[in-house]
């Protein structure tokens, strides 16, 4: 394969996820909140997340194995590098964001006994010393 099979998967994939996310509301990641009126931490990964974000990581190292094509005709130095930099950046937190989801939702299920893919808290969790 060469770079240029990739040129519309990874936005297609992206695009997909942010649709999927937006429409299912579902919080990829976790989230915390101290106020003088409250706390509350929320985390929480879905397994569409998890899917697309292996796809995702699977498609970069295909990307770094594949063979570069004979340049074209040149876009715009600066364009070039801001389409690239959002590319990057998106497709690193779509491939990210579900993974690091996974780590409060262990630790909350290991605090309550009770899984759940998402979760929001609104009291401070008691810290165990020992």
Excluded at 56 to 61: M, N, Q, R, T
Excluded at 95 to 107: D, E, K, M, T, W
């Amino acid at each position: 394969m060469t770079v240029r099979h990739f040129r519309w998967i990874f936005p297609i994939a992206i695009a997909l996820e942010l649709s999927v996310s937006l429409f299912t509301a579902t919080l990829l990641g976790y989230s915390a909140e101290w106020t003088s009126e409250g706390y509350r931490f929320a985390g929480g990964s879905a397994p569409w997340a998890l899917g697309l974000a292996a796809l995702i990581s699977f498609l970069y190292l295909l990307l770094m194995d594949a063979k570069p094509v004979a340049a074209g005709a040149p876009v715009a130095s600066l364009l070039r590098r801001f389409i690239a930099f959002w590319v990057d950046f998106l497709g690193g937190m779509s491939a990210i964001s579900p993974v690091v989801g996974l780590l409060p939702i262990i630790v909350e299920w290991k605090r309550t006994g009770v899984f759940a893919w998402s979760f929001e808290r609104t009291t401070p969790a008691r810290v165990n010393t020992g």
